[in-house]
């Protein structure tokens, strides 16, 4: 007997569905929600990753607020992506040891931050130790 065409079909679907899910959680280290980035001081946070690690940093934002970024790493390949809520692309990408980045936010949702090392260095099994900090201010 035959093996129907749309059971491996099937099958061949949802391995590769299973693949891709363990795939991308293997490389996110850390989902991280900022608390009150909207104090005077703002926020401040350090780690480490290496490799093939990213962390993601979730700020809930306003339209209309600002938001700044500082970081700092002992990795020139250090690099940053800022998304915004239900977008296809990223709002700003940086990377080097000393980065900052202003923006006034163009809707409310939660703002995406995902640190990660380049492809070169992530390949070369790189480090970087970060510092990461994130400030909201109301308009006006």
Same mark, same amino acid.
């Not at 293997?26 to 929600?33: C, I």
């Not at 977008?87 to 990408?93: I, T």
């Not at 163009?106 to 090392?117: A, K, Q």
């Given at each position: 007997m035959q093996t129907p065409y749309w059971?491996?079909?099937s099958l061949l679907w949802l391995l590769a569905i299973g693949w891709q899910t363990a795939v991308h959680s #293997?490389? $996110?280290? #850390?989902?991280?929600?900022v608390q009150n980035p909207d104090n005077h001081h703002g926020v401040r946070v350090t780690a480490t990753i290496s490799g093939?690690? &990213?962390?993601? @940093? %979730?700020? +809930?934002a306003k339209t209309g607020q600002s938001l700044a970024l500082d970081i700092l790493s002992n990795n020139a390949r250090a690099a940053y992506r800022i998304t915004a809520p239900a #977008?296809?692309? #990223?709002?700003?990408?940086g990377h080097g040891q000393q980065s900052s980045y202003s923006v006034t936010l163009?809707? +409310?949702? &939660? @703002?995406?931050? %995902?640190? @990660? $090392?380049q492809d070169s260095a992530a390949s070369a099994g790189e480090s970087a130790e970060f510092a990461l900090s994130f400030q909201l201010r109301n308009p006006g």
């Open positions: 059971l491996i079909f #293997a490389e $996110l280290e #850390a989902q991280v929600r093939q690690q &990213t962390i993601e @940093y %979730l700020i +809930d #977008a296809p692309r #990223a709002l700003h990408k163009p809707r +409310d949702g &939660t @703002y995406r931050v %995902l640190i @990660y $090392l």
